[in-house]
């Protein structure tokens, strides 16, 4: 090329004459090839660029100097220039030697099938992890990362109420109006109660079905339209309307998907209700409803600004911010504050509904991510181990190669084909590992985690999954890769044949299999403590006798249950007839089950009102029938429990009775004298004096991992201006199991109420045992973490022990030859194991102690730094890495001396 | 890309092209009716299989024409020997294996 001198020669063409349309093709033409150039390897630019205007510049010049320069002319050109662009592309990728490429994949390839056992090993350790991986980011992906599937969710809020001494409360709804009516921070602002069920009754088969009401705009504040008939009509929010919007699932369920049910009616607490519409499947993401009915405002019991019973959710204006909104409502509380003394330091607070519906799983799952990301390490350290060892092994073939003439780019990339091709089969197992995880989080976990109906593998989960395989593959390859090519030839050359000089490979192993165990004991330092606290959590007493108890909810219809006596006619003959039935000891009702929510109040000693707000107390308040204590087994400490005979002692009408405090409550009420005889005033919507006659053990009524929250006990027969007693739960002990009790009670129901369900059966076992599952699921899965990463740590030492033994087999033949005893050669071994084991725990336990700090606020019962579990932790990866020595060790003592000198 | 595979046809047609006295990037598209971005690939590879050379034509004379210098090709001894093997092995292909070898192909006039 050295004939050549472009450059002269385009300079003095370009003052040559040609028309304009030449002129302008020329440019266009030119800038194009000068673009493509960019992609062209910077030592052949110049060189492509000029070939590419040479022939452009004759061919215009000739074609324009022929008169054949027409506009078809002209586009042909441009067209044939655009080829340009693969052209410069074909040059760029041929740079890269395709087939080069191909031929390290087919090496690669052979060279992973011959020994299966290792990629076998390999594939296995990096699918568990990254298949552990993708099915945890699938799920942080869904819950914590994705919006909520309605349009412009980040501008959707939710609101509730927050006072002195109580937050996370209900609004009533006269606030609710006010706020509606006065805040400029909304597009719309609805609001939803938050409990609510209805007994449905199409055909005769009566069911309990969770039946929020909403306000009008419920729907159009979630960008939801509805997928048959209309939702709520704004008329409809004004009294009572017998009209229902029905969801998806149920509509699919007990409707059969029929789009005409809209206009038909259905019974509804056995009242006729209009069907007006059907929603689509995606509140069903988010919501548990099953139907909508609408809110009454404006009639009687929902026109008191103390009751309060919904939920906002507010849709914000564009561009407004939650903090602009907050103002705009704090103020809004100020002057209604002023207005009504009943809402003294009550106002409205607000947060993003997705921070709402993720709550405190965010922790929980980020957490996770991180125990999964850890397990990923140390897998990754396991495989970067064994490549090292095979790097080590074939140190011949690579001097070899070398020796050949291989460049150390050639080998360090023919040694990164063939991990990155082993991390791919990796991935491809750990994908199909995630979407069975997955399908697993959804049958396990689906009620205790938000969101779980999103969760699936999706495609952020596979670039996940192939990002970490591609990371994985390169680091992994990459170290020992360098590894070994580094090395001086000749002394590799004088070490073909013989299988040392691995030193400095050793190391590197060494460090990995120190910084396994060390991450190894911090996730089984986490999953140790979280399993202590759930087996101390499981043994707190729950302060009643689970065992042989049942209960079931039963909600009476408010359209011939309008009085407290008909009601309490109604509970007396029921329990009678319950416990007429053979194999029941005892039966009783009451409106707060222990682990099935409750509801509190004020109070304070007769006699001393507190002097402001602030000095308010509160307990949950518990309203039975006679039985209650004796059929939950509760003990009476001090005094006697209600019974009959307070039928007769209190007087519903002047407000004053008799009552039954929980211990705890008492010890602090009265902490140096007897509870009993003294008197409380409990708000119960007006003033109810009440002498105490007892004092009753605590209960975790909140779970064993709560504390035992302060009760206060009332007769079901005197508390008619509390609770009517329509909604109650019944608990009855008995012989057999759940459903032999079950059947002859829903008998007895059937007898009295024929419309009315059982609803919610279980054991007080199960609901103990549910009150934990979310505690059990985090436990459990950190728990299989730690064992992965346990016997992954494993796996690693032991292998470079065996590699050691191996390496130094001659050594310890000639240990043995000198006399050396196998107490020696075990020592040796184990020894030499054990230290990296003892570096491992101590750098671990310094990362643990770090660590378990967040678990704060998820172990109960005991201290992040519990030693005991500390203790236990080291103590099994002492143990773990001991049995991983032994092997090695063994085969060491039983090197035959002579053996290992012919090796020479 | 050993003389003992046949090339493609694309590459086949581009060799005959220049075997056949064009020399030119450009007018060998225009001879093969293959685009661009196929025929610069084709000859980067027949150059570097060995089956090509290249050249740029002489400074003087493209100052003479007053225009920038052009590249072009020219068939090698192995080219010629590819070629032959490439079109016995489209003829048999095509022609159930009775075709006469033609070890020797002659240029076709453009």
Redesign the interface.
């Known amino acids: 090329?050295s004939?050549?001198?472009?450059r002269?020669?385009?300079e003095?063409?370009t003052?040559?004459a040609w028309s304009a349309a030449a002129e302008a093709t020329w440019r266009r033409c030119r800038a194009l090839v000068r673009l493509a150039r960019l992609i062209v390897p910077r030592e052949q630019r110049d060189a492509w660029e000029?070939?590419w205007?040479?022939?452009?510049?004759?061919?215009l010049?000739s074609l324009d100097g022929a008169g054949l320069l027409d506009a078809g002319a002209r586009r042909d050109l441009v067209a044939?220039?655009?080829?340009?662009?693969?052209?410069a592309l074909?040059?760029r990728r041929?740079e890269w030697r395709l087939d080069m490429l191909m031929q390290d994949l087919a090496f690669a390839a052979r060279v992973n099938w011959k020994r299966p056992a290792f990629s076998l090993l390999v594939i296995a350790t990096l699918g568990i992890g990254i298949g552990a991986n993708s099915a945890m980011f699938s799920i942080v992906n869904a819950v914590l990362i994705r919006p909520l599937p309605f349009p412009h969710s980040d501008r959707l809020i939710y609101a509730f109420g927050a006072f002195r001494g109580g937050d996370q409360a209900a609004i009533s709804m006269p606030d609710f109006l006010d706020y509606r009516a006065r805040s400029r921070a909304f597009d719309s602002f609805a609001g939803r109660t938050p409990f609510g069920t209805v007994v449905l009754s199409s055909g005769d088969d009566p069911e309990r079905v969770i039946a929020p009401r909403v306000t009008a705009n419920f729907f159009k504040t979630l960008g939801v339209r509805p997928l048959y008939g209309r939702d709520f009509l704004a008329g409809e929010e004004e009294g009572e309307h017998k009209v229902v919007v029905l969801s998806y699932g149920l509509w699919q369920r007990r409707f059969a998907a029929d789009p005409r049910v809209v206009g038909t009616t259905t019974s509804i607490d056995g009242e006729p209700h209009t069907i007006v519409g059907v929603m689509p499947d995606v509140l069903g993401d988010i919501f548990p409803d099953q139907l909508w009915l609408p809110v009454p405002f404006h009639i009687d019991e929902t026109s008191v600004r103390r009751f309060h019973m919904l939920r906002g959710l507010g849709r914000l204006r564009d561009g407004v911010t939650i903090a602009q909104a907050q103002a705009d409502l704090d103020v809004i509380a100020r002057q209604l504050e002023a207005v009504y003394p009943e809402n003294a330091t009550w106002r409205l607070r607000i947060l993003s509904y997705r921070d709402y519906i993720v709550g405190d799983s965010s922790q929980v799952l980020l957490i996770l991510l991180g125990a999964v990301g850890l397990v990923l390490l140390v897998a990754c350290g396991n495989v970067a181990s064994l490549m090292l060892a095979r790097a080590t092994s074939r140190q011949s073939e690579i001097a070899v190669r070398t020796a050949l003439g291989a460049s150390r780019t050639r080998i360090v990339r023919q040694l990164l084909t063939e991990s990155v091709l082993l991390a791919a089969a990796a991935a491809a197992f750990g994908l199909l590992l995630a979407i069975g995880l997955v399908h697993g989080v959804h049958a396990f976990a689906g009620s205790l985690l938000p969101r779980t109906a999103e969760v699936r593998v999706d495609s952020t989960a596979v670039l996940f999954t192939v990002a970490i395989a591609l990371l994985t593959g390169i680091v992994f390859g990459l170290v020992p890769a360098l590894h070994a090519s580094g090395r001086d030839l000749a002394t590799a050359m004088r070490a073909v044949g013989r299988a040392t000089g691995a030193g400095r490979t050793l190391r590197l192993r060494d460090a990995l299999v120190v910084a396994q165990v060390a991450l190894s004991l911090v996730l089984l330092a986490g999953a140790g403590l979280l399993l202590r606290s759930f087996w101390l959590v499981q043994h707190v007493e729950p302060g009643f006798d689970p065992r042989g108890v049942i209960s079931a909810r039963i909600t009476l219809p408010n359209n011939r249950y309008r009085t407290h006596d008909v009601i309490e006619r109604f509970w007396t003959e029921f329990l009678q007839r319950v416990q007429a039935i053979p194999g029941v000891e005892n039966a009783a009702a009451t409106t707060m089950l222990p682990l099935a929510g409750g509801g509190d109040t004020y109070y304070y000693l007769e006699g001393q009102p507190p002097a402001s707000d602030a000095d308010k107390r509160n307990a949950q308040v518990n309203v039975s029938t006679d039985d209650y204590f004796t059929t939950m087994r509760i003990p009476i400490i001090e005094g006697r429990p209600l019974g009959a005979i307070d039928r007769t002692l209190g007087n519903d009408s002047v407000g004053h009775g008799t009552i039954v405090i929980s211990h705890g409550m008492a010890e602090r009420l009265f902490p140096r004298g007897s509870a009993v005889g003294s008197r409380l005033v409990v708000d119960l919507g007006k003033p109810f004096h009440a002498e105490i006659v007892g004092v009753a053990g605590d209960v975790h009524a909140f779970g064993q991992n709560a504390e035992s929250p302060d009760i206060l006990y009332l007769s079901s027969h005197q508390s008619g201006s509390f609770s009517n007693g329509r909604f109650m739960s019944l608990a009855v002990r008995g012989h057999g199991d759940k459903l032999q009790l079950a059947a002859p009670i829903r008998r007895v129901l059937h007898d009295m109420e024929p419309g009315v369900p059982l609803a919610n059966l279980a054991s007080m076992n199960d609901l103990l045992h549910d009150a934990l599952a979310t505690s059990a699921f985090r436990t459990r899965l950190l728990t299989a973490f730690a064992a992965i990463a346990l016997l992954l740590a494993i796996v690693g030492l032991y292998g470079v022990l065996a590699f050691t033994v191996t390496q130094r087999t001659r050594e310890i033949g000639v240990r043995i030859a000198l006399g050396a005893r196998d107490r020696a050669v075990l020592a040796l071994v184990i020894g030499r194991g054990m230290r990296l084991v003892a570096l491992g725990i101590l750098l671990g336990a310094l990362g643990a102690v770090a660590a378990v700090r967040l678990l704060q606020g998820m172990v109960f019962q005991v201290s992040t730094l519990d030693p005991l579990v500390f203790a236990m932790v080291i103590g099994l990866l002492v143990v773990g890495g001991l049995a991983a020595c032994l092997v090695p060790a063994r085969r060491a003592t039983r090197i035959s001396p002579i053996a290992a000198l012919r090796q020479e | 890309m050993s003389d003992a595979r046949p090339l493609s046809p694309a590459a086949v047609s581009v060799l005959q092209a220049i075997a056949g006295g064009i020399r030119?990037?450009?007018d060998i598209?225009d001879r093969t009716t293959l685009?661009?971005?196929?025929?610069?690939?084709i000859l980067?590879?027949l150059e570097?299989a060995g089956f090509v050379r290249s050249?740029?034509e002489?400074?003087t004379v493209?100052?003479r024409e007053?225009?920038?210098?052009?590249?072009y090709y020219e068939i090698s001894a192995a080219g010629t020997r590819a070629l032959a093997i490439s079109v016995e092995h489209y003829r048999t292909l095509g022609g159930g294996g009775r075709g006469t070898p033609r070890l020797n192909p002659k240029p076709q006039r453009s």
């Open positions: 090329m004939d050549r001198d472009p002269a020669g385009l003095s063409a003052e040559r000029d070939e205007l040479g022939e452009l510049y004759y061919r010049a044939r220039t655009l080829g340009a662009l693969p052209h074909w040059v041929s | 030119h990037g450009f598209m685009p661009s971005g196929t025929v610069y690939p980067g590879r570097r050249r740029w002489a400074a493209a100052q007053k225009r920038p210098p052009r590249r």
